[in-house]
């Protein structure tokens, strides 16, 4: 069944009345095409879902009713936030796309030291709708009840001020991988409580660098080993979240 | 450092004299410009990987010899082969190139009763080619001492025809994610032994069809969740390998 992130909350939506506009409404009405009778999923903002059912459809807009109550919860019990090194070509957005199914709850894009690309503030923008889309269409195919959130910062600097609003903060280093560090990803995880933040550092193709490495160090962050072998920079945080939900959501 | 995969094993490699031909003697001195003293890896077919440095450059190929032989183990402890029912576009590139980073052994396509492509023998030959070609570059760049390999089947049943060669068959199915089935792949990775053989099968886009489940399940296949979220046919692949990791090479 089809799934919609709707911009309210749902007792907002319960006062105003249930309705698809804009984009979902014409997705729902030429793309699904579905008529009076027809459900779907409306997810809100603070992550309650509810199975709706549509009851008219206008030239702007499709009104719905309710039907049930999504009660299986589909998010990871703690909120992953991941955060890239720029990477090169689409790589970004297949990123956003697999971590979202994955369970990612916020994503932080910065100006590595490697980096090749260099992004102006126009096409920051540009990607971050780019890239909100790609995380709203793969958030509602794979069910989640939360839509990720896009940030991309034009400074390092504004990635590191940050890192003070988690409760934990890895580090994924390829020299971690070499040395064979295993423990750590295991620990941060056994560690943390339901409902706390954590923040997954990765660098772009070239890697992080030393002194970046020792700038999240100085602020608490852990290096952290993904296994032997060596993955590449949108590899590592499919890696990173199917650990987290294997951990919490299968093993515990 | 590069890292070449040699058709040879390492006895007979001894034998022979170290040398990089072909395709590899190209990429190494004519894409990675490396000169007398540069040094490589090389992985010989029985899993053997050496240090080796350039002794000599002819026309046809470079000379080499060995300087140490790697010895942490890059490889997941048990063989873990990905079967995906034939997926649409080049969605099978990204499987292969990702799955190979995360440690799949060998790969099987088959065409699925939802698969939209039709591939005839000429299209499954080009393919497996292409696809043999990203495995070993993949296994290459992700420091693999085994370079997966790749089967296309054009009929169901040789797939069917295979499972009793494996120690354990798992059936990654929407409805058991739906279903909330979460322990399944926990009970089989906890069964398993190093060296056994594990199949999981993944249905293309459209997924496996319930009579397809069936036949799989009479075979001995059990059906798997891997969470709450659905995963797209390309993903899921992505999950079960790093869950596989994880499982053995950071908790245990």
């Known amino acids: 069944m089809q799934r919609y992130f709707v911009d309210t909350t749902y007792a907002a939506a319960q ?14 009405i030429h793309v699904m095409r579905m008529t009076v009778g027809g459900q779907c999923y409306l997810a809100f903002l603070d992550q309650v879902v509810i199975i709706a059912e549509i009851t008219s459809i206008s030239d702007d807009f499709v009104s719905l009713k309710e039907i049930s109550i999504e009660t299986q919860d589909k998010e990871l019990p703690i909120e992953v936030t991941i955060a890239s090194g720029f990477p090169k070509g689409d790589k970004y957005e297949l990123i956003v796309q697999k971590a979202t199914e994955l369970g990612a709850y916020h994503f932080i894009g910065f100006p590595g030291k490697t980096s090749v690309v260099k992004w102006d503030q126009k096409k920051l923008n540009k990607k971050n709708e780019r890239l909100t889309k790609i995380a709203k269409e793969a958030a509602e195919q794979s069910h989640r009840q939360h839509q990720p959130t896009i940030t991309l910062v034009s400074q390092f600097n504004e990635l590191v001020s940050q890192l003070a609003e988690y409760d934990q903060v890895l580090v994924a280093y390829e020299e971690a ?13 056994t560690a943390m409580e339901p409902g706390q933040k954590l923040l997954v550092i990765f660098g772009p193709e070239g890697g992080l660098t030393p002194a970046e490495v020792e700038t999240f160090e100085n602020l608490g962050g852990k290096r952290c080993g993904l296994g032997p072998r060596i993955l590449r920079t949108e590899t590592a945080p499919f890696y990173v979240l199917s650990a987290i939900s294997y951990h919490y959501e299968l093993l515990n």
């Open 15 to 28: 006062e105003a009345g249930l309705r698809l506009s804009g984009e979902d409404y014409h997705h729902s």
């Open 177 to 189: 991988a070499k040395s064979g560090e295993a423990a750590q990803l295991v620990q941060t995880l």
